[in-house]
Structure formats: structure tokens, C-alpha cells
Antibody
Framework: QVQLQESGPGLVKPSQTLSLTCTVSGGSISSGEYYWSWIRQPPGKGLEWIGYIYYSGSFYYNPSLKSRVAISVDTSRNQFSLRLSSVTAADTAMYYC?????????????????????WGKGTTVTVSS | DIVMTQTPLSSPVTLGQPASLSCRSSQSLVHSDGYTYLSWLQQRPGQPPRLLIYKVSNRFSGVPDRISGSGAGTDFTLKISRVEAEDVGVYYCMQASQFPRTFGQGTKVEIK
């Protein structure tokens, strides 16, 4: 059973860089069937997709955060990480890492899914001086 | 970006009664491969989201059959045939037909 666990500082000062890591256990991050994603949820609000990284290093970021976001992958440690620069109070949120199931390879042709089936428990990040 | 709009924002339901949640997208969610990548997730209080439905109507592993999804194009529905206490939470639709992935604002299901 694959599990994800977020880790990182719970408090970040304004204008600094938020850094979080997601550790994948029970499965390999190098599996080609998944995107590894970050999603956040401000207090009392809805979900916002931040971006994903593939084991090969390819990625896609939400254009609304693109200038401040970097997501990286470390296959040797089975981890992927989020960096969000120049943070403000608006970046205060619960940050989740999640696995997006992209496809299943079959003998005929791949079947595509694009759903988020495994989520970490989340980590709260507060931006405050 | 595709905007996902959910209605109602709150749905008080009597135990044992049905609930119907709506999700509308600002453009068609039919992907170039012909499939529609619309999911429903449930978030119980204090917990991360949990996948319920994928590709409009496919129930994920472990999801009870009283929960079902339907729809096409830009209009989608999640139905709970008989609401139980464990169904309390916020339900989100999410589209994965295009980047960036986008979520609806959520519908809160609560017991009357």
C-alpha cells in the first residue's frame, strides 16, 4: 500500500521560500504510471492544484504560481519536493502531496485514468513574521 | 483555465434520504482521446481528500455502491442514494482533462 508523507517547516517568514518534501513509501516513485503532485488548501477554503513532477523530471506548474514554484524529484530517496518563493500570508495553507494515477499499461494499449488516488495527510504551513 | 462550479454549496440531508450534488465546467471536459476525466473526491473533517469517482462514473476501490456519478460534456452529478453519517464532509469535483487541474469550490453535506 503506497503512502505519502509531507514534511517541512510549519512556519515561514514573509518573502522567504517555503520548502516541503513528500516521501513515498510502499512503492517506487520511478514507476512510469504516475504524476507526483502538490495541492494546497487555505484555511476554510477549497483545493488548489500547484503542479506535478514525473519521475523523469518533466513537470507542469499552475500558471497562477509558475513564477514562484519549483518541484523536483529525487528517485534515489523516493521523494519529491516543493519550493515556493517570495511567500506571503496568502500562501498560508495545508499542503498536500498526492499521486495522480496516469495510466495502466496493458498488452493492447495503455488505459488512461488521470485521477488522484493517494494523498498524504497534509502539513500546515503558516506564513508569518 | 477550466472553471468548475458546484451547486449547492451546502446540502443538509436527512439520514437515509438521497443527496444530489452538481458540478458544471466552463468548457467541455471531453479529452482529445474521447474520454472525460472528471473525478469526485470527499473530504471528511480534518482529513485529506479521498477519491470516490473517476472518469465520470467509475467507482474507486472501496467506495459503496450507494454513491454514483454521471454526466457528460460540461454537466456532472454525484448522487448518494441513502445518506449515512459517514457521508458528512465536503465533496469536490476535479477535472483532469486539461492543465492546470482545477477543482470545484466544494459542496458541504451535513445531516439535518
Amino acid at each position: 500500500q503506497v503512502q505519502l508523507q509531507e514534511s517541512g517547516p510549519g512556519l515561514v517568514k514573509p518573502s522567504q521560500t517555503l520548502s516541503l518534501t513528500c516521501t513515498v513509501s510502499g512503492g517506487s516513485i520511478s514507476s512510469g504510471e504516475y504524476y507526483w503532485s502538490w495541492i494546497r488548501q487555505p484555511p476554510g477554503k477549497g483545493l488548489e492544484w500547484i503542479g506535478y513532477i514525473y519521475y523523469s523530471g518533466s513537470f507542469y506548474y499552475n500558471p497562477s504560481l509558475k513564477s514562484r514554484v519549483a518541484i523536483s524529484v529525487d528517485t534515489s530517496r523516493n521523494q519529491f519536493s516543493l519550493r515556493l518563493s517570495s511567500v506571503t500570508a496568502a500562501d498560508t495553507a495545508m499542503y498536500y502531496c498526492a499521486r495522480e494515477n496516469v495510466l495502466e499499461r496493458t498488452h493492447i494499449a495503455p488505459t488512461y485514468y488521470f485521477y488522484m488516488d493517494v494523498w498524504g495527510k497534509g502539513t500546515t504551513v503558516t506564513v508569518s513574521s | 483555465d477550466i472553471v468548475m462550479t458546484q451547486t449547492p454549496l451546502s446540502s443538509p440531508v436527512t439520514l437515509g434520504q438521497p443527496a444530489s450534488l452538481s458540478c458544471r465546467s466552463s468548457q467541455s471536459l471531453v479529452h482529445s482521446d474521447g474520454y472525460t476525466y472528471l473525478s469526485w473526491l470527499q473530504q471528511r473533517p480534518g482529513q485529506p481528500p479521498r477519491l470516490l469517482i473517476y472518469k465520470v462514473s467509475n467507482r474507486f476501490s472501496g467506495v459503496p455502491d450507494r454513491i454514483s456519478g454521471s454526466g457528460a460534456g460540461t454537466d456532472f452529478t454525484l448522487k448518494i442514494s441513502r445518506v449515512e453519517a459517514e457521508d458528512v464532509g465536503v465533496y469536490y469535483c476535479m477535472q483532469a482533462s486539461q492543465f492546470p487541474r482545477t477543482f470545484g469550490q466544494g459542496t458541504k453535506v451535513e445531516i439535518k
